[in-house]
């Protein structure tokens, strides 16, 4: 059993910063890629950002050079800094485990 505990979404100002965790537990060995995926209403679900276990990454085009993943392998948890947010950015944000485990998602709002 696989559990992915997501934590520091919220409301902020555009231009402001969040930092996003996501805790993973259970038989997780096998899996790679970590990472984040987000929604906006009424649109696909689209990547943000993934990282592997040796720290190779992949960020979405509209997050480059603003938001910034990392890992600690040693907690089984990923990291999202997110900065120079804007309104855009508003999504429920989803942490996922090799593309096969999804937490519920953490909401990510941000006031123009």
């Known amino acids: 059993q696989v559990q992915l505990m997501e934590s520091g979404g919220g409301l902020v100002q555009a231009g402001g910063s969040l930092r996003l965790s996501c805790a993973a537990s259970g038989s997780i060995f096998s899996f790679n890629r970590m990472g984040w995926y987000r929604q906006a209403p009424g649109n696909e679900r689209e990547l943000v950002a993934l990282i592997t276990r040796g720290g190779t990454t992949n960020y979405g085009d509209s997050v480059k050079g603003r938001f910034t993943i990392s890992r600690d392998n040693a907690k089984n948890t990923v990291y999202l800094q997110m900065s120079s947010l804007k309104a855009e950015d508003t999504a429920v944000y989803y942490c996922?485990?090799?593309?096969?485990?999804w937490g519920r998602g953490t909401q990510v709002t941000v006031s123009s």
């Open positions: 996922t485990l090799g593309l096969s485990f």
